[in-house]
Structures are given as structure tokens and as C-alpha cells.
């Protein structure tokens, strides 16, 4: 939904998911210590390749600013802060029971396709099985998690935007405005009433059709979860970015006071007792 918002804006390029973190990911694993190859490129020359492969990965885009899809560039903030020192990080993030849900109704959805998201029938078994398995470290939705948490606590942070799907689906025209003061670039008028974003082939070639399908309009839908209580319950506990007092991220969420709710862009830079050492 925010790259089809931000891709109204002429000046911006926003799309699905790039290969380019696993690119980089792979070209490192070539030239690094321990490989052939390592000995014989030094840290200026890995530097340079990294840079060329961003610079023909999107050779033919003309817009300005781009913004790269990836849930796991928030695990590669020293890199990508490096090569790019102006970089900066939106996370967009949902309480997991509610992308718990989400991922399970689309595969209920598709009941006769095995996703590639499953690498096996065991997995596939049953709603318990299917969530243990997006939740693991290296999985969809427990990659993406673990790399958050990294990002949101570490040296970077403060290159991070966390913006909350709820308050983005409710209060559009609120939230836009901080976000492009965050990105230090000039307001823009969107249409919060006409959306065009779909990945077909993209969606098919996962055996999930329908997963990056953006509605029209920008809207929140309420509605009751199909997950076991037990379930809801467990993901529903994993929102550790309300809790700002250890992190170094810029976080949007409404956060309340004594008089009414408002949105508040919310800068934490906490060195508590917890991690102070010497």
C-alpha cells in the first residue's frame, strides 16, 4: 500500500520485492574471507561492485528517489548506510497475528496450489504448522521480524522510519506528511481514494495469488480472525516497537495522552542501564 501511494509521486520509484538484498548478498559470499575469490578483492573493489550492481539493477528508471523493496535490508544497515550515507529505511510493520491471518486466509484462498512458501507437507499440515513455519528466523514473516528487531535496536536506527499499517490505513493524510519530513522531501498531494498496484506474476509464481493486491482505496477493514484464539493470542504479543523506551527509532503510532489520541512522530535515543558498559 505505501509503495503504491509513494509511486504517485513522479519523482519516486517504488515497487514489490527486489532481488537486490540477495544480490548483495551473493556477491559478498563471493569476495569475502573464506571464498576464492576473496584474496584478490580488496574492500575498495567489493565497494565498487556493490555500487555498479545497484547502479544497473536500475539503469533504465529515471525518477529521482528510489525506494527498494526488501524485508531484509533492515538486517544490512551497515552496508547499505556505507554505500549509501542518505539512505533511509521505512519499516512498515502490523501487529504478526493480523499477518498471520492475512497469509493464512490467501492460502485458504488458493486451495488447490502447494506455495512455494511450504517446502514441505509437514509444513503444509495445518494453520499451527503453517505459522511455526513463517515464523522461523529464515522464514518469511520471522526473517523479516528478527531483522527488524536487529535495525530497530541497533547503531542504525535512527536512519528508520517504523510506520504502523494501522494508523497509515486510518489516517493517511496524517501520516504522509511525516513521512516525507523524515525523508527530508518536499509534500505531495496523493489520492488516497485511487490505488493501482498488482503483481500477478509475481503473486502466481508463489502459488499465493492476491498477495500484493492493493485496494483502490485506503481504507482499514475491521474483521474477526480465522486463527485459533490461542494462536491470535501468541503472534498478537509481538509488537515491540510500542515499547520505545530501548530502541533508537523514529516510530509513527498513536500514542495517547491524558486528553485525546494524536499522531506523534516519537524519536527514541535510550542508552538505559540495560546495554551501558564500558
Known amino acids: 500500500m505505501l509503495s503504491a501511494l509513494l509511486r504517485q509521486n513522479p519523482r519516486f520509484h517504488a515497487g514489490v520485492t527486489s532481488p537486490l538484498a540477495s544480490l548483495v548478498s551473493s ?16 574492500v575498495d573493489r567489493r565497494r565498487a561492485l556493490l555500487l555498479g550492481l545497484f547502479e544497473s539493477y536500475y539503469a533504465e528508471v529515471k525518477n529521482e528517489v528510489i525506494f527498494d523493496t526488501n524485508r531484509s535490508w533492515t538486517a544490512k544497515l ?16 502490523r501487529n504478526v497475528a493480523w499477518i498471520m491471518d492475512s497469509i493464512e486466509r490467501l492460502y485458504q484462498a488458493n486451495p488447490y496450489e502447494n506455495t512455494r512458501l511450504y517446502s514441505s507437507d509437514a509444513e503444509r499440515s495445518s494453520v499451527y504448522s503453517r505459522l511455526e513455519a513463517l515464523a522461523q528466523r529464515n522464514r518469511m514473516v520471522g526473517l523479516a521480524y528478527s531483522a527488524l528487531k536487529e535495525a530497530y535496536y541497533g547503531a542504525h536506527g535512527r536512519s528508520m522510519l517504523v510506520v504502523e499499517y494501522d494508523l ?11 513521512i516525507y519530513k523524515f525523508l527530508n522531501e518536499e509534500p505531495f498531494a496523493h489520492d488516497y481514494d485511487n490505488l493501482s498496484f498488482d503483481t500477478p506474476a509475481y503473486d502466481e509464481g508463489l502459488g ?18 480465522i486463527l485459533p484464539p490461542d494462536l491470535f493470542d501468541q503472534y498478537s504479543r509481538l509488537s515491540f516497537w510500542r515499547d520505545t523506551e ?29 546495554g551501558i558498559g564500558g
Do not use: Y
Open 27 to 42: 556477491l559478498l559470499d563471493q569476495v569475502s574471507v573464506g571464498s576464492e575469490w576473496g584474496p584478490q578483492v580488496d
Open 78 to 93: 551497515p552496508i547499505v548506510l556505507d554505500l549509501f550515507p542518505s539512505a533511509r529505511i521505512i519499516a512498515c510493520v
Open 168 to 178: 497509515l490505513s486510518q489516517r493517511p493524510a496524517e501520516v504522509m506528511p511525516l
Open 208 to 225: 499465493l495469488k492476491g498477495l500484493h493486491k492493493v485496494r483502490e482505496r485506503v481504507s482499514f477493514e475491521r474483521r474477526e480472525t
Open 246 to 274: 530501548f530502541g533508537r527509532t523514529n516510530v509513527l503510532m498513536v500514542k495517547a495522552d491524558a486528553k485525546a489520541e494524536k499522531n506523534e512522530l516519537v524519536r527514541t535515543e535510550n542508552a538505559s542501564a540495560r
